[in-house]
């Protein structure tokens, strides 16, 4: 869920978690949400993490190829310096930070400021993929972003690997990866 304007807390950060698998639009959701803020003058900074190459190197861009000015950074202890102005903090893909970034995101809200982060829920195998449980459990408000799966066309949850490999993550692009519903998703050999 969205916060509104209306409903808007006051005077009190929070944490905003956009989860999902590949291609189920979180990183256009984050975009939109931080648009949004921006358009509202509210002082917006985003990070990413470096391991993230594709496309861009000073942009988030999702798969439809819409982009926002951000900050590509090494660790998740680089943004509260950077973000020190900020009024609102964006992050993309946080499942590629270690968990110090819960911790961060929890410091940022306390400190009154609004955290949107988006990022991948669960890994190649359906295995919840840290930090996102814990961000998820701290979080006030939490969107979990559906696609649709290439074989059945149910809502699909789970990202397929279809490249032989057995690394928890592997940076590729379309042509690595496709959305599965649960039925329709295996774990490659
Ligand atoms: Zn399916």
């Known amino acids: 869920m969205e916060v ?9 950060g929070w944490i905003e978690v956009v989860a999902g698998c590949m291609f189920s639009g979180k990183t ?7 648009r949004r803020a921006q358009i509202a003058r509210q002082k917006v900074v985003i990070f990413k993490p ?26 998740a202890d680089e943004i509260p310096a950077l973000a020190k102005d900020a009024q609102v903090v964006g992050i993309d893909e946080v499942q ?4 110090s970034v819960v911790a961060i995101c929890n ?17 190649y195998k359906g295995i919840p993929f840290e930090p996102m449980p814990q961000l998820l ?32 993550v592997v940076v590729g692009a379309a042509d690595s990866y496709e ?5 329709c998703h295996y774990i490659p050999e």
Do not use: W
């Not at 509104?4 to 009190?12: E, G, I, L, S």
């Not at 993230?52 to 439809?64: E, K, L």
């Open 4 to 12: 509104t304007q209306q409903q808007a807390p006051q005077n009190v």
């Open 28 to 34: 256009e959701e984050l975009i939109r949400r931080l």
């Open 50 to 75: 470096r391991i993230d190459n594709r496309y861009s190197a000073n942009q988030i861009v999702s798969h439809n190829t819409q982009s926002l000015e951000s900050i590509v950074i090494d660790k």
């Open 96 to 99: 590629f930070f270690d968990m």
């Open 107 to 123: 410091k940022l809200a306390d400190d009154g400021k609004r955290v949107i982060v988006a990022g991948l829920d669960q890994d």
């Open 137 to 168: 459990s701290v979080a006030e408000y939490i969107t979990k972003t559906l696609a649709i799966c290439v074989v059945c066309g149910n809502p699909a949850d789970r990202t397929q690997r279809k490249i032989a490999n057995a690394d928890r």
């Open 179 to 183: 959305a599965r519903c649960r039925k």
